[in-house]
């Protein structure tokens, strides 16, 4: 039971960005306008659980590291509305990219539990798989698109070493990003759910490795 009121600050801690990522997901399936403002509140809300488990967390660098990705992605979810006048895209993946590096900091040197499986081979095949179909169609952008999928892939095979949560939630992110990848520079191949399915799994994603996090991060702090 005491262990069960040690977490329960954490679980509500979530609702809300739980909340705002179903109302977002639900605005985008029915067009909304109204989807725009409720994306910008994702990245703020899942910050209130790192906030709230900061005291229990020892590990300042960890801590730094989790802000410091959820901020940037923050700026990438917002490129287009903080910079109208700026290139969208380049600004997405610069900012990701910086959101990436984060995360894979904190996996390597806060977060891994055990080796990397052999199994996480695959995410070295899905990105020589996008740079082929994507990369004919990204002209100008083929570097940084190259580059950015290899810190995506990178992302997601580090997150195969900490815990499950974790690993699950680098899938995730990896499944929207390369949904994105096809609305953006192949938009014919994608139906009419691909901006809400490319931000369902992009929420589910970040969610679920920030809720990984925090519980290693928390009971080393115990």
Do not use: N
Not at 103 to 123: G, N
Not at 149 to 157: D, F, I, M, V, W
Request: proline share 7%; hydrophobic share 60%; glycine share 8%.
């Amino acid at each position: 039971m005491q262990r069960r009121r040690q977490l329960d600050p954490l679980l509500w801690a979530f609702l809300p960005y739980i909340a705002v990522s179903v109302t977002h997901v639900a605005l985008l399936g029915l067009d909304s306008p109204a989807a725009g403002p409720t994306k910008l509140l994702l990245m703020p809300l899942l910050a209130v659980p790192v906030l709230v488990s900061l005291r229990r967390i020892r590990e300042r660098a960890a801590q730094a590291l989790i802000l410091a990705a959820l901020a940037f992605s923050w700026l990438g979810d917002s490129a287009g509305a903080l910079f109208p006048a700026g290139p969208e895209v380049p600004l997405m993946l610069a900012f990701f990219g910086i959101a990436h590096l984060a995360y894979i900091t904190l996996f390597v040197r806060h977060l891994a539990e055990r080796r990397m499986p052999w199994w996480a081979l695959v995410y070295a095949v899905w990105w020589v798989a996008m740079v082929t179909i994507v990369g004919p169609r990204a002209g100008g952008l083929l570097i940084a698109v190259a580059i950015y999928g290899l810190l995506l892939g990178a992302t997601a095979a580090f997150s195969t070493r900490c815990a499950p949560l974790v690993a699950i939630g680098g899938g995730f992110f990896l499944a929207s990003d390369t949904l994105l990848a096809l609305r953006l520079f192949l938009p014919q191949s994608l139906p009419a759910w691909g901006s809400p399915a490319i931000m369902a799994t992009y929420a589910i994603g970040q969610g679920l490795i920030i809720a990984g996090a925090l519980t290693a991060l928390r009971k080393r702090g115990a």
